[in-house]
């Protein structure tokens, strides 16, 4: 993560707006701002219809904002083509997705290896990042076996070295929890909190879930699109 470690701050919202077309018009987030230093473990928290998960994906690049500005490592990302942004997201942004979203006939370490392979990195380096990112979440072992070959829990920690291995500057991830029994979250939240302390990974998460707002450092409390 030294690419990541050598910026002050990793994520920047400035009075972020999306607007979703209606009679009359949904204010799913209202120019809401906040700030996250690398090396951050922050989440938006909120119930559902708060505009915890559309902030998320903003913040991410995977969504438009309607105004505000969104700044992801010193780079503003209003303006981008969308040829660049999907490489810049490739390269800088990590995602884990609560449905894990894996490829069901690639093996884990596949799975892990694919973004950096479709950004153009040689396969020798891919296949390295992704075996250290497997071992990283403590799937060394499984990193050939296929996704119906692991439990939910083990098929969330491939997401989350997928996440990793591409050493993103900041790691998004949506209600990573919600789909896994109480151990396994348990279990999957002191992975999150081992790889912010050990390894300085920055994390933002949409959540609910007490357990793992518990432990975050800095929590951002959402109610009706705007921090509460």
Same mark, same amino acid.
């Given at each position: 993560?030294?690419e ?11 009075n ?11 204010? +799913? ?9 690398? !090396? &951050?473990?922050a989440?938006? @928290?909120?119930?559902?219809? $708060? ?5 998320l994906?903003?913040?991410?690049g ?13 780079q ?18 990590g ?35 992704a075996l ?8 060394? +072992? ?9 439990? !939910? &829990?083990?098929?969330?920690? @491939?997401?989350?070295a997928? $996440? ?31 790889l ?7 994390f ?5 879930d007490?357990?793992?707002?518990d ?14």
């Amino acid at each position: 993560m030294a690419e990541a470690t050598a910026l002050s701050t990793a994520l920047s919202l400035r009075n972020v707006v999306r607007i979703f077309p209606g009679s009359p018009p949904v204010y +799913a987030v209202g120019g809401v701002s906040i700030e996250l230093k690398t !090396g &951050g473990f922050a989440a938006l @928290v909120g119930p559902s219809g $708060s505009g915890k998960t559309t902030l998320l994906n903003l913040a991410a690049g995977l969504d438009t904002p309607d105004d505000g500005e969104v700044i992801i490592a010193g780079q503003k990302l209003a303006g981008m083509s969308k040829h660049d942004l999907s490489r810049f997201r490739r390269e800088k942004v990590g995602f884990v997705f609560q449905s894990y979203n894996l490829f069901p006939a690639l093996t884990a370490i596949e799975n892990v290896e694919f973004t950096s392979i479709v950004r153009g990195d040689s396969e020798k380096e891919s296949r390295k990042r992704a075996l250290e990112a497997l071992e990283q979440v403590g799937l060394g +072992a499984k990193a050939y076996s296929y996704p119906d070959q692991l439990s !939910g &829990g083990q098929q969330q920690r @491939v997401a989350v070295a997928r $996440s990793l291995a591409s050493r993103p500057a900041i790691v998004f991830a949506d209600e990573p929890t919600a789909n896994l029994d109480s151990k396994t979250a348990i279990d999957l939240i002191d992975l999150f909190q081992k790889l912010n302390n050990d390894l300085g990974v920055t994390f933002l998460f949409s959540t609910h879930d007490h357990r793992l707002v518990d432990r975050v450092k800095l929590s951002f409390p959402m109610s009706d699109g705007k921090l509460a």
